[in-house]
Every structure is written in structure tokens, then in C-alpha cells.
């Protein structure tokens, strides 16, 4: 039930009332929390209304009295179906095109069979897994907590961690396990955050060192260094597709990363791989390495050039040109679908922050290659032997380039990472037998950390990051802790909002000014309506 009938506001003041402060912002503050309150009033008439014509029990579903649970699921989940489908045809087809405008072939952008056939651009099946996990689950969840309301007969917190946690079985509509346990970690690290947040809003708890200014960052750089480890010494443990992704964007070849990890084993290393790759980037070379050498040197890792300064200048812009389109799609397309109407009312300002943001992410990626490059040549520069450790500790480093990236987004950063990072040593540990090998593991973690976030999307939603709050909200068809977004506008309910929508006096008018035609309040007005 609203605050506004739980207790009562007491009656302002003459000396505190809003039309007599001589603060104008103050008076526009009061004038909003009165009119949040009055919309809160409104909301609850309504729902009461609505409760007399329906019934006591129907009353707990929170959609449209003439639609049904089964319809508003059919169509939440048909809704989210196109959305996510969207999205992740978008982003393919505008990679296709930056991979056509690349070759120089600009006339081909015009030939939608060469931009859109099914042999160069393969993303059909995986858009409807996309779709069908978006979709899914939004229709499942949905449909359950209607049943779960009508079956308690009562709404408690209860219906939320379990609707979130069996809609989370959508997920098996990917049928790879390495992206499964990817979303899974990605979204405990949100839990996580979620609960901490709530705990340290609550003075019940808080880490060390949370109010540090730059702790986000300090974060991310510790979890690259395990990753890029890993992705020396123990590539196994990270899956495929991010293997892949490293290797492609970075600027040393397979052979010599293979003989780096044999090397800081003390194992015998596969000097004809090396030299081949070697030969193949300068003919001219006259590098050899020993089959048991204690490190490799950097002419073997950078052969086509003798100058590490220019291989690091070299290894940026290419990183730069590889990365761009990708970063430009990632950051375009699901702006557009998911705001088009935002899109449309300012195209040109959203291509430009488009394009400014994938500038930035680009920038900052492309300086982790170049400083990652940079300390291996700067160790072999000083020191005879190789270690593992090295390339820990040059992972770490190299991950302060994110202070290039804006401050929002180095968490975002940091939490992407970090399961990944954390995947990584679970692995190593698995391996070892230290832990269990448990199967179909990260569906179980999937459907738990769904039963959390929508218990803290709806109860505690100022707990969760804004950029996972409303990317979930979108997907719900902004049903989840706005209930009354929906509600039917009555005669008193247009009456009421007409009546707001009128221009109010301003609180005191000094002499020379003129009121502001533009400064007008309305419910519409407030966010989140």
C-alpha cells in the first residue's frame, strides 16, 4: 500500500509551505513529492476500483483487468522474443557491413544479398536462443507469479524469488554450457552487488576500502591479471570464444605463446613451430631459439620488427582498427532498439554518442595491448629467466587503462570480468582436485541468482545497477515495480492530470521577472511515469 495511506503527511505550515518559500527549487521539490504522493493516491483508487469489479482474488495480478494472465504472458514473452531477436540481428548485420566496408567493396552495402545471406551473416539460430531465453523467461515469470498469487492468495517476496528462479530455466535454450556459466557468473557477481548494497544501506555491513574513489578500477585489475594468466599458463580453463577474442586482439601469434608457456614450465619447447612462425614474418631473421631456453626473447615474439616501441605503437592501431566495429555495434544497435523513440526524436545526438563511446572503449582496449606488450619486453629488457608470475602482475597493469573509460563503466567492466576471473580459478582448482566437478552446475547458479535480482528489482530496486535495472525492466515490458504503470485512466483520473497540467503561479514574482511559459508541472513529468 502507498505511503500515502499507510501514514498520513501532516499539513504544512504557512512559513513551510511551498507557495510562500522563497527558495524556487525548494518550492518545485515540495510541489513534486506532493504530486508523487497524489499519484500514488490515484494509483491505489484504481486498484481498489478495480478490485470491486474483478474480484478480491483477481485483484493480486497487476496487469489490465480485460487481459488475462495467459494473454499478458503471451504476449510479454512475444514482446521481449523481438526485442532480444533484434538486437542480435542488428549487431550481425552491422558487423557485415563494417567487414564489406572494409574490403572496399562499398556497392555490396546496397545488395542485401551480400549484406544479409544466410551463408556470410550465420546468426539466425543463435537470435532465436537469444530470443528465446529473453522471451521465456519474461513470459514465464510473468505467468507464474499470476499463479503463485492466486494459489498464496496474498503477494509477499516469496512469489518474486520463486518466479525468478523457475522462469530461470529458460536458459537452457542455449545449448552452449560455456555461455550458460558466463551469464550465471555474471549475474551472481550482480547479486552480490545487490546484497551488498542492500546491507551497506542498512549500516549492517561494508568492505574495506569501498569508499575508495578509484576501488572499481583496482578491482578490474585484479581480475585481468588472473585472466590474462590464465590465458598464458592455463588457457583451458577460460572458454573458447574468450580465448579467441584475445588471441585476435592481441598481436602475438599462437606458436610463440605456446612456447612462452613451455618455457616457464622448464618443458622442452617446439622449436620448429617457432621457427617456422619466425621464418614466415621475417625470411631474413636469424633468431634461434633452444629447445629448453630460459626465455624467449622478444625477437621471437615481435620477428617483423626489431623495435619494441614501434611493435607497441603497431599493436595499438591494429587493435584499434580490429575492435571499432565491434564496439560501434555493441553500443549502437541496442540503443536503437531498445530506445527507438528516443532514437528517433535525436538521430544525429545518438549516433554521436555512439560514436564517441566506442571511441573511448576502443581507445581504452587498445592501450591494455600496448601496455600488456609493453611490460613482457620491458622483463625480457632486465631479466634472464622467465616466470609465470610476470605475466600476472602485466595483465594488472596493463588493466589501468580502464581510467579511460568513464567512471560508470569501469564497474561495469569489473563485474564482467570478474566472474570470468573467477571461473578461471574454479577451474584451475577443479583440475587439481581440490573441488568438485559438479554438472550442469551454472543452470542451478542461473535460477538462484534470477530468484534474487527480481526479488531486489522489485523490493530494493536502488540496490541494483541502473544499467541492469532498466535493461530488465525493458525486457518485462516495465511491469516489474511499476504496477501502475498500467492502470486504465479513469474520468476523475483525466480530470486530475488536466488540472496538474495547468501552468501554477510562481512562488514569488520579483519585479523585472516574467514566469517561464515552459515551467509547468505535470504527473508525466515525474520519472519513471
Same mark, same amino acid.
Given at each position: 500500500?502507498?505511503?500515502?495511506?499507510?501514514?498520513?503527511?501532516?499539513?504544512?505550515?504557512?512559513?513551510?509551505?511551498?507557495?510562500?518559500?522563497?527558495?524556487?527549487?525548494?518550492?518545485?521539490?515540495?510541489?513534486?513529492? +506532493?504530486? &508523487?504522493?497524489?499519484?500514488?493516491?490515484?494509483? &491505489?483508487? /484504481?486498484?481498489?476500483?478495480?478490485?470491486?469489479?474483478?474480484?478480491?482474488? +483477481?485483484?493480486?495480478?497487476?496487469?489490465?483487468?480485460?487481459?488475462?494472465?495467459?494473454?499478458?504472458?503471451?504476449?510479454?514473452?512475444?514482446?521481449?522474443? !523481438?526485442?532480444? @531477436?533484434?538486437?542480435?540481428?542488428?549487431?550481425?548485420?552491422?558487423?557485415?557491413?563494417?567487414?564489406?566496408?572494409?574490403?572496399?567493396?562499398?556497392?555490396?552495402?546496397?545488395?542485401? *544479398? /551480400?549484406?544479409?545471406?544466410?551463408?556470410? !551473416?550465420?546468426?539466425?539460430?543463435?537470435?532465436?536462443?537469444?530470443?528465446?531465453?529473453?522471451?521465456?523467461?519474461?513470459?514465464?515469470?510473468?505467468?507464474?507469479?499470476?499463479?503463485?498469487?492466486?494459489?498464496?492468495?496474498?503477494?509477499?517476496?516469496?512469489?518474486?524469488?520463486?518466479?525468478?528462479?523457475?522462469?530461470?530455466?529458460?536458459?537452457? +535454450?542455449?545449448?552452449?554450457?560455456?555461455?550458460?556459466?558466463?551469464?550465471?557468473?555474471?549475474?551472481?557477481?550482480?547479486?552480490?552487488?545487490?546484497?551488498?548494497?542492500?546491507? *551497506?544501506?542498512?549500516?549492517?555491513?561494508?568492505?574495506?576500502?569501498?569508499?575508495?574513489?578509484?576501488?572499481?578500477?583496482?578491482?578490474?585489475?585484479?581480475?585481468?591479471?588472473?585472466?590474462? @594468466?590464465?590465458?598464458?599458463?592455463?588457457?583451458?580453463?577460460?572458454?573458447?570464444?574468450?580465448?579467441?577474442?584475445?588471441?585476435?586482439?592481441?598481436?602475438?601469434?599462437?606458436?610463440?605463446?605456446?612456447?612462452?608457456?613451455?618455457?616457464?614450465?622448464?618443458?622442452?619447447?617446439?622449436?620448429?613451430?617457432?621457427?617456422? @612462425?619466425?621464418?614466415?614474418?621475417?625470411?631474413?631473421?636469424?633468431? *634461434?631459439?633452444?629447445?629448453?631456453?630460459?626465455? %624467449?626473447?622478444?625477437?621471437?615474439?615481435?620477428?617483423?620488427?626489431?623495435?619494441?616501441?614501434?611493435?607497441?605503437?603497431?599493436?595499438?592501431?591494429?587493435?584499434?582498427? *580490429?575492435?571499432?566495429?565491434? #564496439?560501434?555495434?555493441?553500443?549502437?544497435?541496442?540503443?536503437?532498439?531498445?530506445?527507438?523513440?528516443?532514437?528517433?526524436?535525436?538521430?544525429?545526438?545518438?549516433?554521436?554518442?555512439?560514436?564517441?563511446?566506442?571511441?573511448?572503449?576502443?581507445?581504452?582496449?587498445?592501450?591494455?595491448?600496448?601496455?600488456?606488450?609493453?611490460?613482457?619486453?620491458?622483463?625480457?629488457?632486465?631479466?634472464?629467466?622467465?616466470?609465470?608470475?610476470? #605475466?600476472?602482475?602485466?595483465?594488472?597493469?596493463?588493466?589501468?587503462?580502464?581510467?579511460?573509460?568513464?567512471?560508470?563503466?569501469?564497474?561495469?567492466?569489473?563485474? #564482467?570480468?570478474?566472474?570470468?576471473?573467477?571461473?578461471?580459478?574454479?577451474?584451475?582448482?577443479?583440475?587439481?582436485?581440490?573441488?568438485?566437478?559438479?554438472?550442469?552446475? &551454472?543452470?542451478?547458479?542461473?535460477?538462484?541468482?534470477?530468484?534474487? %535480482?527480481? #526479488?531486489?528489482?522489485?523490493?530494493?530496486?536502488?540496490?541494483?545497477?541502473?544499467?541492469?535495472?532498466?535493461?530488465?525492466?525493458?525486457?518485462?515490458?516495465?511491469?516489474?515495480?511499476?504496477?501502475?504503470?498500467?492502470?486504465?485512466?479513469?474520468?476523475?483520473?483525466? @480530470?486530475?492530470?488536466?488540472?496538474?497540467?495547468?501552468?501554477?503561479?510562481?512562488?514569488?514574482?520579483?519585479?523585472?521577472?516574467?514566469?517561464? +511559459?515552459?515551467?509547468?508541472?505535470?504527473?508525466?513529468?515525474?520519472?519513471?511515469?
Amino acid at each position: 500500500m502507498p505511503s500515502s495511506f499507510s501514514k498520513p503527511t501532516p499539513p504544512s505550515s504557512p512559513n513551510n509551505s511551498p507557495l510562500l518559500s522563497h527558495d524556487p527549487s525548494d518550492a518545485d521539490l515540495r510541489l513534486r513529492e +506532493a504530486e &508523487e504522493r497524489l499519484r500514488d493516491a490515484m494509483a &491505489e483508487l /484504481q486498484r481498489r476500483q478495480r478490485s470491486a469489479a474483478r474480484g478480491c482474488q +483477481a485483484d493480486l495480478c497487476d496487469h489490465d483487468a480485460d487481459v488475462s494472465c495467459v494473454a499478458n504472458a503471451i504476449g510479454n514473452l512475444c514482446q521481449s522474443f !523481438l526485442l532480444s @531477436y533484434g538486437v542480435r540481428v542488428g549487431i550481425g548485420i552491422l558487423l557485415r557491413a563494417f567487414k564489406l566496408a572494409r574490403g572496399h567493396s562499398y556497392s555490396s552495402l546496397l545488395d542485401l *544479398k /551480400q549484406l544479409v545471406s544466410e551463408t556470410d !551473416l550465420i546468426v539466425r539460430e543463435e537470435a532465436c536462443r537469444i530470443g528465446l531465453l529473453f522471451g521465456g523467461f519474461t513470459g514465464s515469470y510473468h505467468l507464474l507469479r499470476c499463479c503463485l498469487r492466486k494459489w498464496r492468495k496474498k503477494e509477499t517476496p516469496l512469489n518474486s524469488v520463486l518466479a525468478g528462479s523457475i522462469a530461470g530455466l529458460s536458459v537452457l +535454450a542455449l545449448d552452449d554450457s560455456n555461455q550458460r556459466r558466463t551469464l550465471a557468473l555474471y549475474l551472481l557477481a550482480r547479486l552480490g552487488q545487490a546484497a551488498y548494497n542492500s546491507a *551497506k544501506s542498512k549500516n549492517k555491513f561494508h568492505l574495506w576500502g569501498s569508499h575508495w574513489r578509484h576501488g572499481d578500477s583496482l578491482l578490474f585489475s585484479l581480475a585481468c591479471a588472473q585472466v590474462m @594468466y590464465a590465458f598464458i599458463m592455463r588457457p583451458e580453463t577460460l572458454p573458447k570464444s574468450y580465448r579467441e577474442f584475445i588471441q585476435k586482439t592481441g598481436p602475438v601469434a599462437r606458436p610463440v605463446y605456446q612456447a612462452v608457456r613451455e618455457c616457464c614450465r622448464g618443458g622442452p619447447i617446439d622449436v620448429a613451430s617457432l621457427s617456422a @612462425y619466425i621464418s614466415s614474418k621475417n625470411e631474413a631473421s636469424d633468431v *634461434k631459439v633452444e629447445e629448453f631456453a630460459s626465455i %624467449i626473447p622478444c625477437s621471437a615474439i615481435h620477428p617483423n620488427t626489431n623495435s619494441c616501441l614501434a611493435q607497441n605503437a603497431n599493436a595499438m592501431s591494429a587493435t584499434f582498427k *580490429k575492435t571499432f566495429p565491434l #564496439y560501434f555495434s555493441l553500443t549502437f544497435v541496442p540503443y536503437v532498439v531498445l530506445n527507438l523513440q528516443r532514437f528517433m526524436a535525436s538521430p544525429y545526438r545518438t549516433s554521436w554518442h555512439s560514436i564517441r563511446d566506442s571511441v573511448r572503449s576502443t581507445s581504452f582496449l587498445s592501450a591494455f595491448v600496448g601496455i600488456f606488450q609493453a611490460f613482457i619486453c620491458a622483463h625480457r629488457k632486465v631479466a634472464s629467466k622467465d616466470h609465470k608470475i610476470v #605475466y600476472w602482475f602485466a595483465g594488472g597493469v596493463a588493466a589501468l587503462s580502464v581510467m579511460l573509460e568513464k567512471k560508470p563503466r569501469r564497474s561495469e567492466l569489473a563485474l #564482467y570480468v570478474l566472474p570470468r576471473a573467477g571461473d578461471s580459478l574454479w577451474e584451475i582448482l577443479v583440475n587439481r582436485h581440490v573441488l568438485p566437478d559438479i554438472k550442469n552446475a &551454472e543452470v542451478a547458479v542461473f535460477c538462484a541468482c534470477m530468484g534474487g %535480482i527480481m #526479488y531486489y528489482l522489485e523490493h530494493e530496486p536502488d540496490t541494483l545497477a541502473p544499467f541492469l535495472r532498466g535493461l530488465i525492466r525493458r525486457f518485462l515490458a516495465s511491469q516489474i515495480s511499476n504496477p501502475s504503470s498500467k492502470i486504465r485512466q479513469s474520468s476523475s483520473y483525466m @480530470y486530475l492530470q488536466s488540472a496538474l497540467e495547468k501552468p501554477k503561479p510562481p512562488p514569488e514574482s520579483r519585479e523585472g521577472e516574467t514566469p517561464k +511559459a515552459e515551467e509547468k508541472y505535470n504527473l508525466e513529468a515525474i520519472p519513471g511515469l
